[in-house]
Each structure stands twice: as C-alpha cells, then as structure tokens.
C-alpha cells in the first residue's frame, strides 16, 4: 500500500523536449499521465460513478476520462430534462467530493427528437448552462 501512495500523492513530474527539461511541477496527487497503471488506477477510482448515473435511470459509457450519458425514453421532454439534470448534478456532487471537476464548457447535450417537438431546454450545471446541440 505505501507504493500506491507515493504513486498517486506527493509526486512531481517534468517535460524534455530537444534535450531541454522544463522546470519540475508537484502534484499532491493524481495518477501519472501515460503511466500504463493510470487507466486502470482512474477505472477503479470512477466505479462508483456508475452506480450514482444508473441510480437515476440513466445508461452511460464510458471510455478513459470521456462519459457518455443517454435516456431513451416516451417520457415528455421536460421529464427527460429533470431526470438528465438531476443526474448530472449528482454526478458533479460525487466529482467534487473526490477532487474531481466536470467542465460545464466542455459538457453537450445531443437530442434527438421529431423536428417537431424540437425546443431549446438548457440544464444548469454547477453554474453554467449547457444546451443542447
């Protein structure tokens, strides 16, 4: 156990290029980027996200540090966008705890509906509104 620490806290890291080492940066924890253990070591770390997205009857995939949320539902809209919005917030919670962030610039929303029942339902997240595409 003492090696997982010292490889996921108190570490510091630097960059050669042309034979040039930049400057060291400390990291107080994180698993180290292209490290071979760091995919599963953040697998293992986000299992419980899972759980949290599937408690809200939403289905998700995922693949390294990207998440897919999605509800295939007869549901009204608005339903949907609670459901997606309750969700989200939970899962922003959870990330928070663990020293986690979810970027709402960097969080989309995709509906695919009948054009005729197409309307603008942003969904707010922690602060930021994120719309759909």
Known sequence: LR????????????V????????????DCGVPQGSVLSPLL????????????RRHGVRY??????TQLYISTPRSLSEAVD????????VRVW??????RLNPDKTEWLWMLPTKDCVDCPVWLGGGETTPL
Not at 3 to 14: E, I, N, T, V
Not at 16 to 27: A, D, K, M, Y
Not at 61 to 66: G, M, R, S
Request: include cysteine; charged fraction near 20%.
């Open 83 to 90: 459901v997606m919005g309750r969700c989200l917030e939970a």
């Open 42 to 53: 953040f697998n293992i770390y986000m299992k419980p996200l899972g759980e949290i997205i």
């Open 61 to 66: 995939h995922q693949y390294a540090d990207d």
């Open 95 to 100: 990330m928070g705890v663990n020293r986690l």
């Open 16 to 27: 050669l290029v042309g034979g040039q080492r930049s400057t060291p940066r400390h990291f």
């Open 3 to 14: 090696w997982f620490s010292s490889y996921l806290s108190d570490r510091s890291q630097s």
